[in-house]
């Protein structure tokens, strides 16, 4: 397969009900679906393999062109087809289903999970395709199919078609015309997308026409089940409008509750909202992208799934959202993280399941082709077997933000387990680990990871000072705070390269990372520190390219190279921004938010050289970065000036992000 014919990663749209979730192209091409579980096997998984992965598009069968949005603060997606003969309309939503982080909401449970397109007639005369080609599975189990009902040719004819495989169901209702069944779709001209050999998709589906004329509306549904569940009946016009306006509706009045009110609050809303679809509504577990295995080199091996929760990740991810008016998303954040790791410190992982899954083994899809030939295509990630230090301190930081969301919330199972972190970090901190960065190469003495471990130490003192231990007194203060300025002075002894004065990646060893940063912007230290000027000079002299900042230099025990990394460019806008040097923070601000998508979705990682994103897709790590970059330049800027920021921003820099920096 040409690898031309894969669209470019900044191509596709995200869609999420916080139980299921959708990639879609800028042809209305669903080309990745994950219902009911967001670590599910798709049901389309085209973005892995053009031939055999499967997908569902609505596009007209003419040349046309497109432009799309999403409804204002929003999840909802418009794709505007624009013909020859007319323009069409294709609004896809996955309408909102209960929310337990608003248990105030009137919950709406209804049988399978269900993926709403809206087809609308503007002008003209326009012949749509509806193209169904499932791929159960990541295509390893073929789709069988059944007409549940075949309307003969007609305006208003309705098909009902049910496609089986495995364990699961597909029932696709639509009024586009009579679907035929179609081992290959009909080329179209232009199309790029049917395998110039006549291999078509791969996999078999079926194929429907119909001429769409203005003012006209059809709604196309597509609900997924269980293979022995019953047929879903059909919903009313009226009905299905009004699922679709309460979805809008819910999502502008989530994405109002927003206090950030600064210049780059569109750009924060929309990344809150990427946030808050990688939230698993059922536990409040949030994964760090919605997909697996797209690369963060192009035909490299670099390629992961992170359909799962990292707790560094959800961590930083609920601070956000917390200092950014959502404790409610925090709170119920927080129980799933009690809940997974509570009673079991010792067993602490790196990462979850989205439901507390403990073994996450990695396997490789061998069958699949990977994108634009990126293999292999991985499912689960063996991270989950790594030691990486600094979970004990994002895990006692998250413990210590939870605290103070409950306030003042510390049952004694609670107080158990803080102090049972502490002292695994007590015991292991001097010890080398894989790092955050998750090298394969073996273990080092990182930096980052001695500076996360000092965090932990800095939070479980600030939770003892609000909850005293009565039973073990005073002396447990002093005992956690000769450990945490033992950590500090190993650090400032041994992870300082004494030629630039800079913070590195490991110890005795003058080798630049962008964690470096983090000592900056963790409150290590002041940002008047000559320490937090040379590290921040060092590294964007060392690892930035055009601006844009990579994570380090080789040396992970991998093949190949990748992109920037999103968030390090961020992180050296926050610390630019706290040493004063506004103007620097603010361009490298825009220069992310330019490399956006036209939805304002980031990936993982940017190539500068070919102007590409790489990596799964959306990267909530990356749009933490854009929300706290937003806030810390905003905080900073107003330092003096007027009424000053937000209680809850001041919130989100002083007790979220620990940042230490003078009073307003």
């Not at 000027?533 to 990579?550: F, K, N, P, Q, S």
């Not at 007027?642 to 002083?654: L, M, Q």
């Amino acid at each position: 397969m040409n690898a031309d014919q894969y669209p470019a990663i900044s191509d596709y749209a995200f869609l999420s009900d916080g139980h299921s979730l959708a990639l879609i192209g800028r042809d209305a091409s669903v080309e990745w679906a994950c219902f009911h579980r967001y670590d599910a096997p798709p049901v389309f998984a085209r973005v892995l393999d053009r031939r055999k992965g499967g997908y569902f598009r609505i596009a007209p069968t003419s040349p046309y062109e497109t432009t799309r949005r999403y409804l204002p603060d929003t999840n909802v997606l418009e794709t505007t087809f624009r013909t020859a003969d007319g323009v069409v309309t294709v609004t896809d939503c996955l309408p909102v289903r209960d929310d337990p982080a608003h248990p105030g909401r009137p919950a709406r449970r209804e049988p399978g999970h269900v993926l709403q397109r809206h087809v609308r007639g503007v002008s003209g005369e326009v012949e749509m395709a509806v193209e169904f080609f499932p791929a159960f599975d990541f295509g390893r189990s073929p789709a069988t199919f059944s007409f549940v009902e075949r309307a003969d040719e007609g305006e208003g004819a309705t098909s009902v078609l049910r496609a089986s495989g495995g364990t699961e169901a597909l029932v696709l209702r639509s009024g586009l015309g009579r679907l035929e069944a179609a081992p290959a779709p009909a080329p179209t001209p232009g199309d790029t997308d049917t395998d110039p050999a006549g291999g078509g998709t791969g996999c078999p589906g079926h194929v429907s026409r119909a001429v769409v004329t203005a003012g006209s509306e059809s709604v196309v549904t597509l609900v997924r089940t269980e293979a022995d569940d019953p047929i879903p009946g059909p919903l009313s016009a009226a009905e299905l409008d009004d699922r679709l306006a309460e979805t809008v509706t819910y999502w502008r009045e989530w994405a109002g509750r927003c206090t950030y009110r600064g210049p780059y609050r569109d750009a924060v809303v929309r990344s809150l909202l990427v946030l808050k679809g990688l939230i698993y509504a059922e536990t409040g577990a949030i994964i760090a992208a919605p997909t697996t295995s797209l690369p963060e080199e192009i035909g490299g091996e670099r390629n992961w799934d992170y359909r799962y929760t990292w707790l560094r990740d959800a961590s930083a991810m609920l601070a956000a959202l917390a200092g950014s008016g959502y404790p409610d998303e925090a709170r119920h954040f927080c129980d799933w993280l009690v809940d997974a790791t509570a009673g079991a410190a010792k067993e602490l992982q790196v990462l979850y399941g989205i439901a507390g899954e403990r073994e996450l083994d990695e396997t490789c899809l061998d069958h699949l082709e990977g994108y634009r030939g990126s293999r292999p295509v991985r499912i689960g990630n063996e991270a989950w077997e790594q030691f990486q230090l600094d979970v004990y301190g994002e895990l006692l930081a998250a413990l210590d933000l939870a605290m103070h969301l409950r306030g003042g919330d510390y049952r004694p199972e609670r107080a158990r387990f803080v102090h049972d972190v502490v002292e695994l970090a007590v015991a292991r901190w001097r010890e080398p680990d894989e790092g955050i960065w998750e090298v394969r190469s073996g273990r080092r003495h990182y930096v980052f990871s001695k500076l996360m471990a000092w965090i932990g130490l800095d939070s479980a003192i600030r939770i003892l000072d609000r909850h005293p231990d009565q039973a073990r007194g005073p002396e447990l203060r002093r005992r956690w705070a000769r450990e945490r300025e033992e950590i500090r002075a190993e650090i400032e002894r041994r992870g300082v390269d004494p030629a630039t004065g800079a913070f590195v990646q490991e110890f005795e060893n003058a080798a630049p990372d962008a964690t470096a940063l983090q000592a900056i912007l963790r409150g290590f230290v002041a940002p008047d520190d000559p320490r937090a000027a040379a590290t921040v000079d060092l590294i964007d002299a060392e690892l930035t390219r055009d601006g844009h900042v990579y994570r380090y230099h080789g040396g992970d025990g991998l093949r190949g190279e990748e992109g920037s990394f999103v968030l390090c460019t961020l992180w050296l806008a926050s610390a630019l921004a706290y040493l004063g040097r506004m103007e620097e923070a603010e361009q490298r601000l825009s220069l992310v938010l330019g490399c956006a998508n036209d939805l304002g979705l980031l990936a993982e990682e940017y190539d500068p050289l070919t102007h590409s994103q790489l990596g799964n897709f959306p990267q909530g790590f990356s749009h933490l970065g854009v929300i706290a970059a937003a806030h810390v330049i905003e905080v900073v800027k107003r330092q003096g000036q007027g009424p000053g920021p937000s209680p809850e921003a001041e919130d989100y820099i002083d007790k979220l992000v620990r940042i230490r920096r003078a009073a307003t």
